[in-house]
């Protein structure tokens, strides 16, 4: 069977960086940058997003453009032995994620549709604390909400890369940053929103400690949705044409590009009606829907940023979603629409116990965290650990062919292969291992 490729360089790099654009980047991002002192974290996280961010992003494209085949597939090609199980590792962490990733996006669907009715329209946290844990807390409507979004997700991902998720991406990924900047123009207008900006802006660096610095480097990695197999997998739908080096940098700008505004377009509204930057992940949903009722037209802007938070979802899930169906597709013959449907019902399935664990079923909380949180904090260590591999599978074992496909032999300028394979093999070791070992103290 022929190997679809993507069909245009644009369409690759923007159904990468969708990949790694979700709620980690709108959500999670302007909160720890809130709770870890601002400017001065701000500044950590770029520097170590380009040092081995970009690092990482190109060894995970370099082995599935090498291998064109699946995570498991692209390691028993390349090297054979025990690697297979990285890729496997891969797999079944995209699968997980995915499981509880649509939960939540679900979540943010709702959202969009209390947001419209009217229904937060209150600057009080409490109540509005109340009304998402009593949402969450059912039995039904999160469970609909989650299999609503797995079928959007599988509807993108049943058509094929350039069909169904280079298509979509070329829609939703333009969508989003209008939507981002929109929202970011009437943040950072209202009435005190500069104090937000300072405080997003301008280091402080006695703000700095070992925790913010773990938080830093945790962040940089997952915003990347490095080390579950996705870049793998798309990078395995790449032509010898298209430039490896400078298509990463473009994944890692666009995905840097969207936490950034994601910053400024919560951080100043925030602080410009006097709530805490650095609430958690209450923020979403219980302190911007206070932000949005303190401000004129607050109710559009309001859907708007749900709508933005199940766009940036959406471009997440599909690649989760791909990972698993391209396994089965490469490794047992299934065609993409078996695939497909067989891949989202199972990790549907495997997902209504973290829909039900947030107050419906009480025997599903285990040692005072519920089944979701516990299946956040496995791939807490998932994630790095597939890095981890994937950085000592290229840089030692691959090594100078690395650089060879990297380069396409040399075709295309990579000024700092040296430093790219030094980072490989002992920088983004030590930072991955750094975060692994903060994980398990924590």
Known sequence: MTREHWGSRAGFVMAAAGSAV??????????????????????????????????????????????????????????GGAWPLVGMLGVFTGFVILSFYSVVAGWTMAYVGYMASGALATTDADVLGQAFTAFIGEGVRPVVYAAVFMVLTALVVVGGIGRGIERAAKLLMPLLFILLIVLVVRSVTLPGAMEGVRFYLTPDFSRLDAEAWGAAIGQAFFSLSLGMGALITYGSYMSRQQALPSSALSIVALDTTVALLAG????????????????????????????????????????????????????????LLEVVVTYLVDEWSLSRRVATLAAASVCFLAGVPSALSQGAVGGLVFADASFLDWMTRLTDLLLPLGGLFIALFVGWVMGPAAVAAATDDGRAPLPLARVWLWILRVVAPAGIGFILINTLLS
């Open 22 to 79: 979700g709620l980690g980047n709108i959500w999670k991002f302007p909160y720890v940058t809130g709770d870890n002192g601002g400017g001065a974290f701000l500044l950590v996280y770029l520097g170590l997003v380009f040092l081995f961010g970009v690092s990482l992003v190109m060894a995970e494209l370099v082995i599935g453009r090498t291998a064109q085949r699946d995570p498991i597939g692209a390691f028993r090609k390349l090297a």
């Open 264 to 319: 400024l377009m919560i951080l100043p509204a925030v602080f410009a009606f006097g709530f805490d930057p650095g609430e958690g992940a209450g923020l979403a949903f219980v302190t911007l829907p206070a932000v949005f009722a303190s401000m004129p037209a607050g109710t559009v802007f309001g859907v708007m940023f749900f709508v933005l938070l199940t766009v940036a979802a959406l471009t997440s899930s599909v690649s």
